[in-house]
C-alpha cells in the first residue's frame, strides 16, 4: 500500500510538471508576439522640398505647406501618446523629419538638427524635456524650413530614388524597433541626380515621362503589366519596415496620374519586399490623418 501511494505521488507530479511546461511554452509564445506587437516606434518623415509647397509655382500645390505641418503634427502627438503610455524610464522611440539629399542652404541644415530626436541615448530630464516641447520644437521649426525655402527660391526636392538605393537601410531601420518611413510628396518622382533608365524601368516618374510613354491612354494598365514599366529595382529587403506615402496630388490637367503613380510605388514596394504600405492622396488634413490612424493601429 505504502508502495502504492508513493508510486501515485510521482505519476501526479510528472503531470504536474508536464502541464506547468505547456504553460510555460505558452507563455512564451505570447509574451513574443506582444513584443513584436509591441515595440518601440522609430519613425522617420522624409520631405520633397520642391516646388510643390510653393502655391504660386504649382498650381495644383493644394495648401501643401500647411498640410505637411498638420501631417507631422499628428506624428508628434503619436509621438508623445507613446512616450506617456510607456514612461519616461522605458520610453526609447526614435523620430526624425530628414531631406535627401539635405538643402546646401547651412540655415536650413541648422534649423533640421532639431528635428532629430532618440530616446534611447537620453535619461529622464532630458525626455521629460522633449516630451514638453516636441510639438511647438517641430511646428515652428518647420514653420521656418518652409518660409526659408519658399523665399530663397530654392527648392532641391527630393531624390526618391536613390534615397531607398543608399539610405533606407542605415537611416530608417532598427532591428528592435517597429520601423515606419513617412514620405510626403506629390507622388512626381525626379532630382536632377537620378536620371537612369533601364529599358522601361526608371529612377525616377515625371509628367512628361507619362505623356511619351502612353501612360494616360485608356488602355494604359496593359501598357504598364506586359511592356514591364515600373522603377529600376534597388535589390533590397525592406521586410523590416512600413510605409506611408501621403499627399500624392496629381497634376490637375492628368487626375488620372495618380493611378499610374500609385501603380509605380505599389509595384516597387513588392519587389522590395515591404510587407506593409500604403499610398494616400492629398486630402484635408482630417481625412488624411484619419486614414494614417488606420494604417498605424491595423
Not at 499610398?279 to 498605424?296: A, Q
Request: aromatic share 10%.
Amino acid at each position: 500500500m505504502r508502495i502504492f501511494i508513493i508510486f501515485t505521488i510521482v505519476i501526479i507530479s510528472l503531470i504536474s510538471c508536464n502541464s506547468v511546461n505547456s504553460e510555460k511554452k505558452n507563455t512564451t509564445n505570447i509574451n513574443s508576439e506582444t513584443t513584436i506587437n509591441d515595440r518601440q516606434l522609430n519613425i522617420t518623415i522624409l520631405l520633397d522640398l520642391s516646388d510643390r509647397i510653393d502655391s504660386s509655382k504649382c498650381q495644383n500645390s493644394n495648401n501643401s505647406f500647411n498640410n505637411d505641418i498638420e501631417i507631422i503634427n499628428y506624428f508628434t502627438e503619436l509621438f508623445k501618446q507613446d512616450m506617456e503610455q510607456r514612461g519616461a524610464f522605458m520610453a526609447k522611440g526614435k523620430l526624425k523629419v530628414i531631406f535627401s539629399p539635405r538643402p546646401q542652404n547651412s540655415e536650413i541644415n541648422d534649423i533640421a538638427s532639431s528635428l532629430s530626436i532618440d530616446l534611447s541615448s537620453m535619461n529622464t530630464k532630458e525626455k521629460k524635456k522633449v516630451f514638453d516641447n516636441i510639438s511647438k520644437t517641430f511646428n515652428e521649426n518647420l514653420t521656418k524650413i518652409y518660409t526659408k525655402t519658399i523665399s530663397n527660391n530654392e527648392y532641391p526636392g527630393s531624390d526618391i530614388w536613390r534615397f531607398f538605393k543608399n539610405d533606407i537601410n542605415d537611416f530608417c531601420i532598427d532591428d528592435n524597433y517597429r520601423n515606419i518611413l513617412v514620405i510626403i510628396t506629390d507622388g512626381y518622382i525626379f532630382h536632377e541626380n537620378s536620371k537612369i533608365r533601364d529599358r522601361n524601368r526608371t529612377s525616377f516618374l515625371s509628367q512628361g515621362e507619362m505623356g511619351r510613354n502612353g501612360l494616360r491612354a485608356k488602355n494604359w494598365e496593359n501598357k504598364f503589366k506586359t511592356e514591364d514599366f515600373g522603377f529600376i529595382t534597388t535589390n533590397q529587403n525592406l521586410d523590416k519596415i512600413e510605409i506611408l506615402v501621403l499627399e500624392i496630388n496629381p497634376s490637375q490637367n492628368h487626375k488620372e496620374d495618380e493611378d499610374v503613380i500609385n501603380a509605380y510605388l505599389t509595384k516597387w514596394f513588392n519587389e522590395m519586399n515591404v510587407k506593409k504600405f500604403k499610398v494616400i492622396n492629398s486630402d484635408l488634413p482630417s481625412y488624411t490623418v484619419k486614414r494614417i490612424e488606420k494604417f498605424i493601429k491595423k
